[in-house]
């Protein structure tokens, strides 16, 4: 079954500090992944999607298929990256494309 | 352009009672969804719609059902609620071509109570 896990609920980080939130996945074809967030009282919004291979915010992702992970990094966090952290996996297999999410990690950047 | 907009944004509700939550959006979007968001538990799809005049279950259909008469529309109703449907609710819409197909844009969410 197709499944996505964030192992981590909450990561604190100091400004400045480098953050990695974390991704796994489990699917046996060619996975197309994506990382959405939520700002505090904000819609949820795509961040980045693996195909585009694309920085946003200062944030990349790359895609381990020997690990089948997903990870997202940023080098220097910023405050104003405070948020909630979602993966999600495209569903396949006659679900019309549907997203797994994972159950989501929380960024907390310290001053 | 609003994008997804949701209705209402809060509301309070007694076990048993029933409501309606519509969400709205204006890009011309074929596929609808309906997720809510429960702390531990992230983003679980409840029910979702491929185009006008159609829905399908998602992971958590219980207690929920749907409607999709006009494509700008999808509808979300509780029958009967109960306190474990107490929860933040999301509206997603997506487009079927185009580079950004695969990409969900999401209302700003209805928090529902039930007492």
């Known amino acids: 079954a197709q499944r996505v896990t964030q192992p981590e609920k909450l990561l604190s980080v100091f400004k400045g500090a480098p953050v990695e939130l974390k991704c796994n996945y489990s699917?046996?074809?060619?996975?197309?992944l994506f990382w959405y967030v939520q700002y505090s009282r904000q819609r949820l919004q795509l961040l980045l999607r693996?195909?585009s291979r694309e920085s946003i915010k200062g944030f990349t992702a790359d895609l381990n298929k020997g690990e089948t992970s997903f990870h997202l990094k940023k080098p220097f966090a910023q405050e104003e990256d405070s948020a909630m952290y979602y993966c999600?996996?495209?569903?396949?297999?006659?679900?019309?494309?549907?997203?797994?999410f994972g159950k989501g990690t929380k960024l907390s950047v310290k001053p | 352009n609003a994008g997804v907009t949701q209705t209402p944004k809060f509301r309070v509700l007694k076990t048993g009672q029933s409501m309606t939550l519509l969400c709205a959006q204006d890009?011309?979007?074929?596929?609808m969804y309906w997720y809510r968001q429960d702390p531990g538990m992230g983003l679980r799809l409840i029910h979702y719609?491929?185009?006008?005049?159609?829905?399908a279950k998602g992971e958590v259909p219980d207690g929920y059902n749907v409607s999709r008469l006009k494509k700008q529309n999808f509808l979300l109703g509780l029958e009967s609620a109960a306190p474990s449907q107490t929860s933040v609710y999301f509206c997603?819409?997506?487009?079927?071509?185009?580079?950004?197909?695969?990409?969900?844009?999401f209302g700003p969410g209805t928090r529902l109570t039930v007492l």
């Open positions: 997603a819409s997506r487009a079927t071509s185009g580079g950004l197909a695969d990409t969900q844009y």
């Open positions: 699917y046996s074809g060619s996975p197309e």
């Open positions: 693996h195909i």
């Open positions: 999600a996996l495209k569903k396949y297999g006659g679900s019309q494309g549907n997203l797994i």
């Open positions: 890009m011309n979007h074929e596929y």
């Open positions: 719609s491929v185009g006008e005049g159609t829905t």
